[in-house]
């Protein structure tokens, strides 16, 4: 079976999270982003470059849940897609474009955080999936290089 990939984004939350509503009744979670840019000198050295900043969405369940747990200056990781759409402003047609988050998550590399294990109602394609995956234990110590962590 073929890899499934789709596009990611990651970066930082550079705005305070807005909640709206779909004409078809859906939950819309809104954010602007930055990405972070580094150009690499001739040394080795990294220079900062100042952050592009983009338009980021989710809807419905995802939507939900992002509004619950993301705010201003979170860095996140998203799967999704680029939608271009055009806007009328002062009579002209302007371009632009978001990025449709249909996963996001906080940015582990750059997060401290804890996981809460209990069990959700899963959706169908999951409660069907082979449950081949090790868990680890919050209460045991990860180890580096050991099994537990695929090592």
């Not at 474009?97 to 582990?108: P, Q, R, S, T």
């Not at 209990?118 to 995956?133: C, F, G, L, M, Y």
């Amino acid at each position: 079976m073929a890899l499934h990939t789709q596009q990611s984004l990651s970066g930082f939350i550079a705005s305070e999270p807005q909640r709206s509503v779909t004409e078809n009744g859906d939950t819309r979670f809104y954010v602007r982003v930055g990405q972070p840019h580094f150009r690499r000198e001739d040394n080795g050295d990294f220079t900062v470059l100042e952050p592009s900043f983009h338009d980021l969405v989710a809807y419905r369940a995802t939507a939900d849940r992002a509004l619950t747990r993301f705010a201003k200056g979170d860095s996140f990781v998203a799967e999704g897609n680029v939608r271009t759409f055009q806007v009328e402003r002062d009579g002209d047609a302007i371009e632009r474009e978001e990025f449709v988050a249909k996963k996001i998550g906080h940015d582990l590399a750059r997060t401290n955080y804890d996981v809460d294990r209990a069990r959700r109602p899963a959706a169908s394609a999951e409660r069907d999936a082979p449950a081949n995956q090790e868990v680890i234990s919050q209460t045991e110590p990860a180890r580096v290089g050991s099994a537990l962590l695929g090592m």
